[in-house]
């Protein structure tokens, strides 16, 4: 069965703070990793990864994949209180019959 | 550009109800799917269409149903509702050639009494 783990479940920082999100898949026929950010309702995407150690960076966001040890790491750097949200990892597979393999989030929270 | 729409924002409904759940993709978008987000459970594929043909189904009891209309809009049936169906469904759409989600709705959040 396709699986995909994210940890930690849930993190609580302080502004200014540097975290680390971790993503580990077990898939059949990946086909690239993806990131997305939920506040209230719509996960709006952040980053979809192929190719591994490619680092690829949007602000203060930046994420990276190992398809060696199948797993991605989300990092965002000097947090604010804005990006309190779960953030969701996804895996797309090639076999063109089953969309993304979601995991369960991280659920992050930036305190002032 | 209008998103993806989803209706109504809220439903109650009561143990044995039906419920419909509707979602307009984006315009140009042929591809639609749906996902149930329970609490603690994360996003859980229900169903995919393609231009308007179910290509594939998660793993749910024959009473999830849906389908796609001609203008390429979506529709998620829910039969002889159960408590534990009370989540987020969750409506997504993607140009047909990109076969994952690209764009999200806000979501229908089902509450069942």
């Known amino acids: 069965e396709d699986k995909v783990v994210q940890s930690p479940l849930s993190l609580v920082v302080h502004e200014g703070d540097t975290v680390t999100l971790n993503c580990s898949y077990e898939v059949t026929n990946f086909r690239s990793l993806l990131w997305y950010k939920q506040e209230k309702k719509a996960p709006t995407f952040l980053f979809m990864l192929?190719?591994?150690?490619i680092e690829k960076k949007s602000g203060r966001l930046s994420s990276i994949l190992d398809k060696k040890e199948l797993f991605s790491i989300l990092n965002i750097t000097a947090t604010q209180t804005g990006d309190s949200a779960v953030y969701l990892c996804?895996?797309?597979?090639?076999?063109?019959?089953?969309?993304?393999?979601f995991g369960k989030g991280t659920r992050l929270s930036v305190i002032a | 550009e209008a998103g993806v729409t989803q209706s109504p924002t809220h439903l109650i409904k009561t143990r044995g109800q039906q419920a419909t759940l509707r979602c307009s993709p984006i315009s140009g978008h042929t591809s639609v799917y749906w996902y149930q987000q329970a609490l603690g459970l994360g996003l859980q594929f229900l169903l995919w269409y393609d231009e308007g043909e179910e290509r594939n189904r998660g793993n749910f009891p024959p009473r999830f149903s849906g389908r796609q209309f001609p203008n390429y809009s979506s529709e998620l049936n829910v039969n002889a509702l159960e408590l534990e169906d009370s989540a987020l469904y969750l409506c997504?759409?993607?140009?047909?050639?990109?076969?994952?989600?690209?764009?999200f709705g806000d979501g229908t959040r089902l509450s069942i009494l």
């Open positions: 996804a895996v797309a597979l090639n076999s063109g019959n089953t969309p993304l393999v």
């Open positions: 192929t190719s591994s150690g």
């Open positions: 997504a759409s993607s140009l047909v050639e990109v076969i994952w989600p690209q764009h």
